[in-house]
């Protein structure tokens, strides 16, 4: 039987980043983070595993090539790993659910889908844009 902390879903009808929230998000950062860490410990292990040298040149270079992929795969998990603990810092100072850009609250739809977010949708999408403008000079 689940308990009520795992189907729990935050919802608006609630204020704003109540503790209920607040340890929502952070049980579903921990998971996350958790999850990604267990992930990176297989990676590890297969690298070390895999550095018996391919005899055939096509077979080393394709080798290598799924070595240099998760490597580059491992590096944005790690970053990844960061967002989310400054995330869980925000939870723990309270700034966690706010946009960084407006102070606004970041909706509860979008933080479920991306918990790291630190931008509201709207503040998100402008920076996009500002983006792209600079891009393309």
Not at 66 to 95: F, P, S, Y
Not at 100 to 128: K, N, V, W, Y
Request: glycine share 2%; charged share 40%.
């Amino acid at each position: 039987m689940k308990s009520s902390t795992t189907t729990y879903r935050p919802s608006d009808k609630e204020p704003f980043m109540n503790e209920r929230q607040r340890e929502y998000f952070r049980r579903k950062l921990i998971d996350w983070k958790e999850e990604i860490l267990a992930e990176a410990k297989i990676t590890i292990a297969n690298l070390q595993n895999e550095t018996v040298s391919e005899p055939d040149l096509a077979d080393r270079a394709t080798s290598e090539t799924d070595r240099a992929l998760e490597l580059r795969n491992r590096d944005r998990q790690r970053k990844l790993v960061a967002k989310i603990d400054e995330a869980l810092r925000r939870i723990d100072d309270g700034t966690y659910g706010y946009c960084e850009e407006t102070g606004e609250p970041i909706s509860l739809s979008r933080l479920e889908a991306r918990p790291i977010a630190t931008l509201s949708l709207e503040a998100q999408e402008r920076h996009e844009r500002r983006e792209r403008v600079h891009r393309d000079e």
